[in-house]
């Protein structure tokens, strides 16, 4: 098992406490969990999500600089019902939860859901986040979405996710407002045949060609995602 890396620089009493029960969590996802993140070879054993509201570094950019870079804050509303597919550690779930009426997160890892449990209890928004550790093609919502994100949730690298863009955005589509947005950022790609992230591209790509059709797309763009690779962000609402 890869050595899980962990924060050197001091915290607060209540932050290492909940950073010692984040850290619980992932070992034990670490050992249950075949495909667990962490174990992947970029990661060097980082954690995924990074979250500065609570010091908590990982591998991607923080929730907050990915909030702010993607111009996810058009998405703040205190009427709005949320929803965060393949939540993760749920801190893109909390961080919604401070600007909206309800956030909810389904993510298939059950450690992942408690981590975002823990971390919604710290930082008092317990009240409006719900997470259901589940596949996305297995969850059966009992409310509709004023917006749905979906982030690296398609075409997974841990092969969790492996239903057609059709049915995947179609199920979204079914679980949107009649005004309802969507959200999409694809997967990390190299856009050369054979290269080892290929597949990810094409996929995008097939995501792209299925939003375009079933949705109302009013934002597109492709961006740097580390040296080599490139991702798509794509923005629409229900037509
Ligand atoms: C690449 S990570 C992205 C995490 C998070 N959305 C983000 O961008 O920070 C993919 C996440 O999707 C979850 N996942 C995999 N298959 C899924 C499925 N069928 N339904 C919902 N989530 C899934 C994984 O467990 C993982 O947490």
């Not at 850290?23 to 995924?48: D, I």
């Not at 094409?202 to 991702?231: C, I, T």
Request: aromatic share 16%.
């Amino acid at each position: 098992m890869s050595e899980l890396r962990k924060q050197d620089f001091p915290l607060s009493d209540s932050l290492s406490k909940l950073h010692m029960l984040i850290y619980q969590q992932l070992e034990q996802e670490q050992r249950t969990n075949p495909v667990s993140y962490v174990k992947f070879s970029n990661a060097k054993g980082r954690p995924y999500q990074s979250y500065e509201r609570i010091q908590f570094e990982g591998l991607r950019w923080s929730v907050e600089k990915r909030i702010s870079t993607y111009g996810l804050e058009r998405y703040f509303n205190p009427n709005s019902t949320i929803l965060d597919i393949g939540s993760n550690y749920g801190f893109f779930v909390t961080e919604f939860a401070m600007y909206v009426k309800e956030a909810h997160g389904v993510e298939p890892v059950p450690e992942l859901c408690r981590i975002g449990e823990i971390t919604a209890t710290h930082l008092n928004v317990h009240d409006k986040t719900k997470f259901f550790a589940q596949k996305f093609e297995d969850f059966q919502p009992d409310c509709l979405y004023d917006t749905v994100f979906s982030l690296a949730s398609f075409f997974t690298t841990d092969k969790k996710q492996r239903s057609s863009a059709e049915e995947f955005f179609g199920k979204i589509d079914s679980i949107l407002k009649p005004d309802g947005e969507f959200f999409y950022e694809s997967t990390s790609y190299q856009k050369s045949p054979g290269s080892e992230d290929y597949e990810h591209y094409v996929h995008a790509q097939k995501a792209f060609d299925v939003l375009k059709d079933m949705f109302d797309v009013y934002e597109s763009y492709e961006a740097q995602s580390g040296p080599e690779n490139q991702r798509l962000f794509v923005a629409c609402r229900r037509k």
